[in-house]
C-alpha cells in the first residue's frame, strides 16, 4: 500500500472534515476535481461513506479489485432497487434530484436471477444484430449533418453542437424512430439530463417509447425495437417500453460524455493532436482516466453482511466508484504492462453495458470523421475555463467551445433509405413542446434533399 499523509486532508469545498460525515458527490468543487475526492476518499479503506445528494446516504467502492468482486457476486449483492431501506421508510424523497436515476423500473438494469436473464438476453441478441458497416455509415452521415450546421461559423461548442446530438440521431435510426416520435426522443432525453422541466421530460420520453412500440407491432421493420420485439423472450409491450427506454437512456448519456471527453482529451494532450491513428489510444485513456459514468452501479445486500472490512445492512445503497478504481494505485502496473482495457468504465460481471462494442464504434468515428474534416480544430478557451457538469453520476463537460477554419456546408452525396413516414402534423399528444420542425425531422429532410 502506498504511503498515506498521517491526516488526509478533505478537498476544497468537502464538509468532511467539520463532523467526520459523509463525503459529498456533487456541487461544483465535485465537479470541478473530482479526484481529489476519490484520493481523500481512499483514506477510508477500499469502500467509504458518501452522500449522493442531500439526504441521499451510499457507500462507495473506491478499490478495483473489491468493486470486481461486487460486480460479480450477484448472490450477495441484488440490483433490485425495491430493494434500497431508505427510500422505502421514508428517508428520502421521491422527488430527490437522484431518484430517478436510481428508482426501480422493470427493467434489465434493475432486476435479477431469472428475469435479469430472460431480458437481458432479449437485449444482448437484439444489439447483437447491429451491423457494424451500416452503423458506422450512420454515424458517419449524422457526424455530416451536424458539422453542415456550424462548419462555416469557423467555431462551435463541440458538446452542445455534436457530442450532445449525435448520439440521439444514431440511436433513433437504431431504433427505427419516425420523425416525429424521433423528435419526442430527442426532447425527452435531452430534458431528463439537462434537468429543464425533467418530470415532464421523462413523461415525454415513455409516451413517445409506447407509441413506437405499438407502431413496430402493427410494422416491424429492420431495426432494433422490431428485433427486440420478435426475440424468443416474449417481451410484453410494457416490457418492451421500459426496455427500449434503458437503451436510449442509458445509451445516450455515457455515448455523449465519451465523445466529449474523447475530443477533449485530443484538444488538450499534444501527444493527441489531430492524429486519427491514436484516437483509439485517446479513447482508451479517457476511459480509464475520465469515464464517461464515473459513479453509478447500484447494488444493495441481500442480507445484513460483511464485505470489504465494513458490516452492511440489508437493503443499504452500494454504489461502484468507476473512476475512482481506474485510477487506484494497484492500476499503475497493469496499464504499463499493456492491458489497457482491463478499465472498469463498461462495469463488469452480469450487469456489465451490452452496448460497449456499437458505443466504442460510434465514438470513433464520430472523432474520426470531425478531425478530418476539419483538420485545424483547436480549443477556443483556455482549458483551466472549462467547466464540467455537476452531479455524482456522470462526468461531462458543460460545453467544449472550439475554432478551426471555416468549412463549406454542402453535403456529401450518399444512398440512404427512404425515412419512415411520420404522423400529420399537429401538437404531440403527450404535450411535448414543438418546434417548426423537431431536430430529428430537421435531420431526415436533410438527407433525402
Given at each position: 500500500m502506498d504511503a498515506q499523509p498521517t491526516a488526509p486532508v478533505p478537498p476544497p469545498g468537502c464538509p468532511a472534515h467539520a463532523d467526520g460525515g459523509r463525503v459529498p458527490l456533487y456541487g461544483p468543487e465535485f465537479a470541478a476535481d473530482p479526484q481529489a475526492y476519490y484520493s481523500y476518499l481512499r483514506h477510508y479503506g477500499p469502500t467509504a461513506p458518501v452522500e449522493l445528494a442531500p439526504g441521499v446516504e451510499a457507500t462507495l467502492v473506491t478499490d478495483y479489485a473489491t468493486a470486481l468482486q461486487l460486480l460479480q457476486n450477484s448472490s450477495s449483492f441484488r440490483k433490485d432497487a425495491r430493494r434500497w431501506r431508505d427510500l422505502n421508510e421514508g428517508r428520502i424523497s421521491p422527488d430527490n434530484p437522484v431518484v430517478?436515476?436510481?428508482?426501480?423500473?422493470?427493467?434489465?438494469?434493475?432486476?435479477?436471477?431469472?428475469?435479469?436473464?430472460?431480458?437481458?438476453?432479449?437485449?444482448?441478441?437484439?444489439?447483437?444484430?447491429?451491423?457494424?458497416?451500416?452503423?458506422?455509415?450512420?454515424?458517419?452521415?449524422?457526424?455530416?449533418?451536424?458539422?453542415?450546421?456550424?462548419?462555416?461559423?469557423?467555431?462551435?461548442?463541440?458538446?452542445?453542437?455534436?457530442?450532445?446530438?449525435?448520439?440521439?440521431?444514431?440511436?433513433?435510426?437504431?431504433?427505427?424512430?419516425?420523425?416525429?416520435?424521433?423528435?419526442?426522443?430527442?426532447?425527452?432525453?435531452?430534458?431528463?439530463?439537462?434537468?429543464?422541466?425533467?418530470?415532464?421530460?421523462?413523461?415525454?420520453?415513455?409516451?413517445?417509447?409506447?407509441?413506437?412500440?405499438?407502431?413496430?407491432?402493427?410494422?416491424?421493420?429492420?431495426?432494433?425495437?422490431?428485433?427486440?420485439?420478435?426475440?424468443?423472450?416474449?417481451?410484453?409491450?410494457?416490457?418492451?417500453?421500459?426496455?427500449?427506454?434503458?437503451?436510449l437512456v442509458a445509451g445516450n448519456e455515457p455515448l455523449r460524455n465519451l465523445i466529449g471527453n474523447t475530443l477533449h482529451r485530443l484538444l488538450t494532450h499534444d501527444g493527441y493532436a489531430h492524429k486519427g491513428g491514436l484516437i483509439d489510444e485517446a479513447l482508451d485513456d479517457t476511459l480509464w482516466e475520465n469515464p464517461p459514468m464515473q459513479n453509478l452501479a447500484p447494488h444493495y445486500p441481500a442480507t445484513d453482511m460483511e464485505f470489504a472490512g465494513e458490516k452492511f445492512r440489508a437493503g443499504d445503497l452500494v454504489l461502484v466508484s468507476f473512476a475512482a478504481a481506474n485510477s487506484g494505485p494497484a492500476l499503475t502496473a497493469a496499464r504499463q504492462a499493456g492491458s489497457n482495457r482491463a478499465h472498469l468504465a463498461w462495469s463488469a460481471g452480469p450487469h456489465a453495458c451490452p452496448s460497449k462494442d456499437p458505443a466504442r464504434q460510434i465514438t470513433v468515428t464520430a472523432v474520426e470523421n470531425l478531425l478530418n474534416r476539419l483538420p485545424d480544430i483547436e480549443l477556443a478557451v483556455p482549458e483551466d475555463s472549462l467547466t464540467w457538469r455537476p452531479g455524482p453520476f456522470n462526468r461531462g463537460l458543460a460545453t467544449l467551445p472550439a475554432r478551426f477554419t471555416p468549412v463549406e456546408t454542402v453535403r456529401r452525396t450518399v444512398p440512404q433509405a427512404q425515412p419512415q413516414p411520420s404522423a400529420a402534423p399537429g401538437p404531440a399528444q403527450d404535450g411535448a413542446p414543438r418546434e417548426r420542425a423537431g431536430k430529428w425531422s430537421q435531420f431526415l429532410k436533410w438527407l433525402t434533399r
Open positions: 430517478p436515476v436510481l428508482a426501480y423500473r422493470p427493467n434489465c438494469m434493475f432486476s435479477d436471477g431469472a428475469d435479469h436473464l430472460r431480458l437481458r438476453q432479449a437485449v444482448t441478441d437484439s444489439m447483437a444484430r447491429v451491423d457494424t458497416r451500416k452503423l458506422s455509415h450512420s454515424t458517419e452521415q449524422v457526424s455530416e449533418y451536424l458539422i453542415s450546421q456550424f462548419g462555416a461559423r469557423g467555431s462551435a461548442d463541440l458538446l452542445g453542437d455534436y457530442a450532445k446530438q449525435l448520439p440521439l440521431f444514431v440511436f433513433n435510426e437504431l431504433f427505427g424512430c419516425p420523425a416525429d416520435i424521433g423528435d419526442r426522443v430527442v426532447f425527452g432525453i435531452t430534458g431528463m439530463f439537462d434537468g429543464v422541466n425533467a418530470e415532464k421530460a421523462v413523461e415525454v420520453l415513455y409516451g413517445a417509447v409506447g407509441e413506437l412500440v405499438a407502431r413496430k407491432r402493427a410494422r416491424p421493420g429492420d431495426d432494433v425495437t422490431s428485433w427486440l420485439m420478435q426475440h424468443q423472450a416474449n417481451l410484453t409491450d410494457e416490457e418492451m417500453v421500459h426496455q427500449l427506454a434503458l437503451l
